[in-house]
């Protein structure tokens, strides 16, 4: 694979702006880092995050924006400002590598999709769980009817933090349905396509005093069934719970934890399957080989650039999941 000159723009304390630049550090074969800007006054809020930059040049927006050799951008800022910086790139015709899920303004994202449609260019959202080894597995197995018919996705995704991040969640409409229930609905979507209704469930717990939406929950109904997206930010061993539950005709199979630290970014999965319709049946519980998401996923990345794979999230795709996750968030993302 020919090498790709990229450049970052931003970073973040709350989502995967390190790990992403760590990554492209490590892939020096594919990656060319040509530097990284901080445009929303990312060096003053973030200052401990500033070390893993430290050697590469410091850049301006537009210095990234009006150079023709760097062909790749990662837009790693905090949320809000993602479709802002994603779009400026998409205008210049860059390739694009963005946090997920995107800034909060519907018509923004539209006008992005619309861009980089036109343009040809890749748009590749890092929604992590698509480069988990065994769940983009399963998702095709499910795919080929290995489970049959599906009856329902439950999908869990918790954790418990501090107030200060819980405060932060008011950025967002849905609180925590928009800033970590984004990834169950697109597991949610890939395996069961668009819901016939959705209904949000989201809540304010209202400890500590904190005025967050903080616990979210929301219903996708479809023919055969109702699947569901719950995740909240103030559940004690909320990690140990983040599952995956895909129940068909044919068999079902359970993910949990969705992921386990193993000297992080390395990560392993446990599951569990089964293919018996007795009352009685067991399965027994088995776990991945370690794997670093970011590797694969930055990876996966690069060989789009190079012409070398096509992305398998079409824009139109990631148009209707972006609006899926609004209504499920209780919005339909006007400004």
Same mark, same amino acid.
């Given at each position: 694979?020919?090498?790709?000159?990229?450049?970052?723009?931003?970073?973040?304390?709350?989502?995967?702006?390190t790990?992403?630049?760590?990554?492209?550090?490590?892939?020096n074969d594919i990656?060319?880092i040509?530097?990284?800007?901080?445009?929303?006054?990312?060096?003053?809020k973030f200052p401990?995050?500033m070390?893993?930059?430290?050697?590469y040049?410091?850049l301006?927006?537009?210095?990234?924006?009006q150079?023709?050799?760097i062909e790749?951008?990662? =837009?790693?800022t905090?949320?809000?400002y993602?479709t802002?910086?994603?779009?400026?790139?998409a205008?210049h015709?860059?390739?694009?590598?963005?946090?997920?899920?995107?800034?909060?303004?519907?018509?923004?994202?539209?006008?992005? =999709?619309?861009t980089v449609k036109k343009n040809?260019t890749?748009?590749h959202?890092?929604y992590?769980?698509?480069?988990?080894?065994?769940?983009?597995?399963?998702i095709?197995r499910?795919?080929?009817?290995?489970?049959?018919?599906?009856?329902?996705?439950e999908?869990?995704?918790?954790?418990?933090?501090?107030?200060?991040?819980?405060?932060?969640?008011?950025?967002?409409?849905?609180?925590?349905?928009?800033?970590l229930?984004?990834h169950?609905?697109?597991?949610?979507l890939?395996?069961q396509?668009i819901?016939?209704?959705i209904?949000p469930?989201?809540?304010r717990?209202?400890f500590?005093?904190v005025?967050?939406?903080d616990?979210?929950m929301a219903?996708?109904e479809?023919?055969?069934?109702v699947s569901?997206a719950?995740?909240?930010?103030?559940?004690?061993?909320?990690f140990l719970?983040r599952?995956?539950?895909?129940t068909g005709?044919?068999?079902?199979?359970?993910?949990?934890?969705?992921e386990?630290?193993?000297n992080?970014p390395?990560?392993?999965t446990?599951?569990?399957?089964n293919?018996?319709?007795?009352?009685?049946?067991k399965?027994?519980?088995?776990?991945?080989?370690?794997?670093?998401r970011?590797?694969n996923?930055?990876?996966s990345?690069?060989e789009m650039?190079?012409?070398?794979?096509e992305?398998?999230?079409?824009y139109?795709?990631e148009f209707?999941?972006?609006?899926?996750i609004?209504?499920?968030?209780?919005?339909?993302?006007?400004?």
């Amino acid at each position: 694979m020919r090498k790709i000159k990229i450049a970052q723009i931003g970073t973040s304390h709350n989502s995967h702006g390190t790990a992403i630049w760590n990554s492209l550090k490590k892939q020096n074969d594919i990656f060319e880092i040509c530097g990284y800007a901080m445009p929303e006054n990312e060096k003053e809020k973030f200052p401990d995050h500033m070390e893993e930059f430290k050697g590469y040049p410091e850049l301006t927006v537009d210095e990234i924006m009006q150079n023709p050799e760097i062909e790749a951008v990662a =837009i790693e800022t905090e949320e809000i400002y993602l479709t802002k910086y994603a779009l400026l790139a998409a205008e210049h015709k860059k390739h694009i590598h963005m946090e997920k899920p995107g800034g909060i303004v519907l018509s923004d994202f539209e006008k992005l =999709i619309e861009t980089v449609k036109k343009n040809k260019t890749v748009f590749h959202i890092g929604y992590m769980y698509r480069y988990n080894p065994y769940i983009s597995k399963l998702i095709d197995r499910v795919k080929a009817g290995e489970f049959g018919e599906i009856i329902s996705v439950e999908t869990h995704m918790s954790g418990y933090h501090e107030t200060e991040l819980r405060s932060w969640l008011k950025t967002f409409p849905g609180g925590i349905m928009f800033f970590l229930g984004c990834h169950l609905i697109d597991l949610i979507l890939q395996i069961q396509g668009i819901p016939e209704r959705i209904i949000p469930l989201n809540k304010r717990t209202g400890f500590d005093n904190v005025d967050s939406t903080d616990f979210g929950m929301a219903v996708l109904e479809y023919k055969n069934g109702v699947s569901f997206a719950k995740t909240t930010d103030i559940e004690c061993g909320g990690f140990l719970r983040r599952q995956l539950v895909v129940t068909g005709t044919k068999g079902m199979v359970e993910v949990k934890p969705l992921e386990e630290n193993v000297n992080y970014p390395g990560t392993i999965t446990h599951f569990k399957e089964n293919f018996d319709t007795s009352w009685n049946a067991k399965a027994e519980k088995r776990v991945t080989e370690v794997f670093d998401r970011y590797d694969n996923m930055l990876h996966s990345f690069g060989e789009m650039v190079a012409g070398e794979k096509e992305n398998p999230w079409s824009y139109d795709y990631e148009f209707k999941l972006y609006k899926i996750i609004l209504k499920c968030c209780g919005t339909n993302g006007h400004e």
